[in-house]
């Protein structure tokens, strides 16, 4: 029994002990951390108070790049590939698209299109597009004016073309005081103008017209 302690106090006597005075490494660890830590979140809190100095150093930058632009710069700018979408006075929507837009310099309510393409419900559930050359869509009375190449097509198949056309969106409503070529179903028709009424129901060539009519054919529109 004596030997067996013997024994255990010779292994303990021969474990390494850490040296005196000097803490161990998990306890050095600890510290460190304790020290490291608050360091750390002291220089976020530093980063969150000067960041909106720094963001605002960018802000003015920029700001001062658009400031530069001069009003010729300005009124030359363009949207590309733009979408005007609203409701008539009875709530049918229409939509008018474009490959470009650009504000007009003598009125900012006016809007300068190429290529415009304009969509509308009818009444009867039925539609009319648009497409021309060159528009300009006057956005507070929802208006618009088309020039070159102006087509028209209406759902029950009739086509007209000519040279310009105005059109108003609120009302479904349509007119033009140039030669008007039109085709459909029922045959061709030649005329010095065109309205289009009653919500697109009934459409009106003015002027001296010439009428061709396919025999075995009755035209909706007439």
Request: glycine share 10%; no cysteine; aromatic share 6%.
């Amino acid at each position: 029994m004596n030997e067996t302690i013997r024994l255990e106090e010779r292994a303990a006597a021969a474990r390494p002990r850490p040296p005196v005075g000097r803490p161990p490494a998990s306890v050095m660890m600890v510290r460190l951390f304790k020290i490291v830590l608050p360091l750390g979140a002291l220089g976020m809190m530093l980063l969150v108070v000067s960041w909106p100095q720094i963001n605002k150093k960018e802000v003015e930058g920029f700001r001062a790049g658009v400031s530069e632009l001069t009003q010729e710069q300005a009124r030359n700018s363009a949207m590309v590939a733009p979408r005007f979408e609203g409701f008539d006075e009875k709530n049918r929507p229409f939509a008018l698209r474009a490959e470009q837009a650009k504000q007009s310099a003598g009125d900012a309510s006016l809007v300068e299109l190429t290529e415009p393409r304009g969509d509308m419900t009818l009444e009867d559930g039925g539609w009319i597009a648009v497409n021309a050359h060159e528009g300009v869509y006057d956005r507070e009375a929802a208006r618009l004016e088309l020039s070159g190449r102006v087509q028209l097509f209406h759902d029950r198949g009739l086509e007209l073309q000519t040279e310009v056309a105005r059109i108003d969106l609120a009302t479904n409503q349509a007119e033009g005081e140039q030669v008007v070529h039109g085709q459909g179903s029922f045959g061709t028709i030649d005329s010095e103008g065109f309205r289009v009424e009653d919500s697109g129901s009934r459409i009106v060539f003015t002027g001296r017209a010439h009428l061709v009519l396919y025999e075995t054919t009755e035209s909706p529109l007439l």
